[in-house]
């Protein structure tokens, strides 16, 4: 697009140019996130005979809750509201373990404060897979940056790789700093 | 000139439709893997097998999370596990399911070794977020 074409055109309409461009891209992007089958997703191999044994993901995936990214399912509904259930131990003697405490943590800056629910994460997770070596259990202890989250580290080790992906801002910026909430704090 | 027909014509310009369809294809193009779908290879194609692809999504629908990676002891790390055929058909790590009673048996190589040849390990399916440590 020329420069001359976009002083014609005016602020409102390059604007409004851009708008539809993102529409376009976004509506592209959703028909494009759909579920590949296993054949044509660039990482199984087509000549392999057993193949056609495998379950597609889409056969799976698609009768669970909807979501926008990762999987492309709401993991949670799906466990909360009984689309799936899965199995919590393998020996009858392993303990499972849940607690039920949300943790504020206060260090965002000016961005809404993060609400970690214990009660989501043991609902999959055992206490162990996160506690002591990637976070300790005292509240604040840990220093949590987002850039280390990035790198995979933190939070990252899950977000964005398996659990949904670190694009989802608010679900996990989710407390406004003029929000009376009160679960356990970090020290600020 | 409308709005409507500003915009059409701007995206007929062949230097728009080209970034347009960059936009559109380019980031979409190498990530076609199931999200968090691992590929383990320390061992694989050295041994002129298949790469081994392991489906997150298949298996969080039948198993929690802390099944492997508390009772299985699988690190949260692709990569970190050293996971040999001597140690599943021991009954470690896929073996503890992969018997034949659970699961399949070792024996259906081709279920578990799925992978084109010569696929890199690691985790995919955009787990990629593009940030600092990654740009």
Redesign the interface.
């Known amino acids: 697009?020329s420069v001359n074409?976009i002083r014609h055109?005016g602020t409102s309409?390059v604007y409004?140019?851009l708008v539809?461009?993102v529409f376009?891209?976004m509506a592209?992007?959703a028909v494009?996130g759909e579920?590949?089958p296993?054949k044509?997703?660039?990482?199984?191999?087509p000549e392999?005979?057993?193949?056609q044994?495998?379950?597609n993901?889409g056969d799976?995936?698609g009768r669970?809750p909807g979501d926008g990214a990762?999987?492309k399912?709401d993991?949670i509904r799906a466990l909360e509201n009984g689309y799936?259930r899965?199995?919590?131990?393998?020996?009858k003697d392993?303990p499972?373990r849940t607690l039920d405490t949300d943790i504020l943590l206060n260090k965002t800056g000016s961005i809404p404060r993060v609400r970690f629910p214990h009660k989501v994460h043991t609902?999959?997770?055992?206490c162990?897979?996160c506690h002591e070596q990637i976070f300790k259990s005292k509240a604040g202890a840990t220093p949590i940056t987002?850039?280390k989250?990035?790198?995979?580290e933190y939070c990252?080790?899950?977000h964005?790789?398996?659990a949904f992906?670190?694009?989802e801002c608010n679900r996990c910026h989710s407390v406004p700093w003029d929000s009376q909430e009160t679960p356990v704090a970090e020290k600020r | 000139m409308s709005f409507h027909a500003s915009w059409i014509i701007a995206l007929t310009r062949p230097a728009n439709v080209t970034l347009l369809l960059f936009i559109l294809i380019v980031p979409g193009a190498p990530c076609r893997a199931e999200y968090a779908d691992v590929v383990l290879n320390k061992h694989s194609d050295s041994e002129g097998v298949r790469p081994v692809i392991f489906p997150h999504w298949f298996h969080r629908i039948r198993y929690q999370c802390r099944v492997c990676h508390a009772e299985l002891g699988f690190v949260m790390r692709a990569g970190a596990n050293d996971v040999t055929m001597q140690e599943i058909t021991e009954g470690k790590f896929c073996g503890a399911c992969h018997n034949g009673e659970i699961a399949w048996p070792v024996e259906h190589c081709d279920l578990c070794h799925s992978a084109r040849p010569g696929t890199a390990a690691g985790i995919r399916g955009g787990h990629q977020t593009l940030g600092p440590g990654n740009w």
Do not use: F
């Open positions: 697009m074409r055109m309409r409004r140019c539809a461009v376009l891209v592209a992007a494009a579920w590949r296993l044509n997703d660039s990482l199984h191999d392999n005979p057993a193949l044994y495998l379950q993901p799976a995936l669970l990762g999987n399912v993991w799936i899965p199995r919590s131990e393998l020996k392993t499972v609902q999959w997770l055992d162990d897979n987002m850039g989250i990035l790198e995979g990252g080790v899950c964005g790789a398996v992906p670190l694009t």
